[in-house]
């Protein structure tokens, strides 16, 4: 079983839609979480942390459900810049702190 | 406020010949990462390193060797180049402990093997 699994979408959503993402991992040891954007050929930026109690940025909601080893991010009136790959981020204390990537989620909005 | 930087940004390579990519990071972080992606496939871990003077391997390490001998910089070595080796190679750094410190990236190596 894959660390850190996630759904590859395409997600294809106008502009304005909700879109969810969730991400499921393998380990009850994880102890931080994290999103991941990363544009076409470019670099993974850090979009979010996520906390245990759920955090908000704007438009960008994440969840995290540690009993089901869950985590979502929610995105609200998606705008056309947010087109990206999504990536789900775990880092686990039992193997030295480290950090385990999903392969993450697309998303393109559409005008 | 650099953060993460590699260089070179790009590089062509004939079979055989061999290259060093560097990365340095200016945050005082402990640890140091260097992954490969491939299209349409994730980031694939090939070394890491935990501090100065000490790497250990991570999921695809072969054909490639590493150095960190200084803490702020990671070295990534191809001695002998093969095309399979043609990929984006990401540098990472973190702090080694500490809830939800994040990994950061440089922008990437483009490597072709010719």
């Not at chain 1, 850190?4 to 009850?28: H, K």
């Not at chain 1, 245990?52 to 609200?76: C, K, P, V």
Request: glycine content about 8%; overall charge positive; hydrophobic content about 30%.
């Amino acid at each position: 079983r894959k660390e850190v699994e996630q759904d590859p979408g395409p997600f294809n959503v106008p502009e304005g839609a909700t879109v969810a993402f969730n991400c499921t991992y393998s380990n009850s040891a994880s102890q931080s979480f994290f999103w991941y954007r990363q544009d076409c050929r470019k670099e993974p930026k850090l979009l979010m942390s996520v906390y245990s109690s759920g955090n908000e940025d704007g438009r960008f909601t994440a969840q995290l459900n540690r009993a089901s080893q869950y985590i979502s991010l929610l995105i609200r009136d998606s705008k056309l810049s947010d087109s990206a790959t999504y990536l789900c981020v775990v880092r686990r204390s039992n193997t030295g702190n480290q950090f385990y990537f999903g392969t993450g989620t697309s998303l393109t909005v559409i005008p | 406020n650099a953060g993460v930087t590699q260089t070179p940004k790009f590089r062509v390579l004939k079979t055989g010949q061999s290259m060093t990519l560097l990365c340095a990071q200016d945050m005082n972080h402990e640890y140091m990462y260097w992954y490969r992606q491939d299209p349409g496939m994730g980031l694939r871990l090939i070394h890491y390193s935990v501090g100065e003077g000490t790497t250990a391997k991570g999921e695809v390490p072969d054909g490639y060797n590493v150095s960190r001998l200084k803490k702020q910089n990671f070295l990534l070595g191809l001695e002998s180049a093969a095309p399979s080796q043609t990929s984006v190679y990401f540098c990472a750094s973190s702090y080694s402990t500490g809830t939800n410190q994040p990994q950061h990236f440089g922008d990437g190596t483009r490597l072709s093997i010719l």
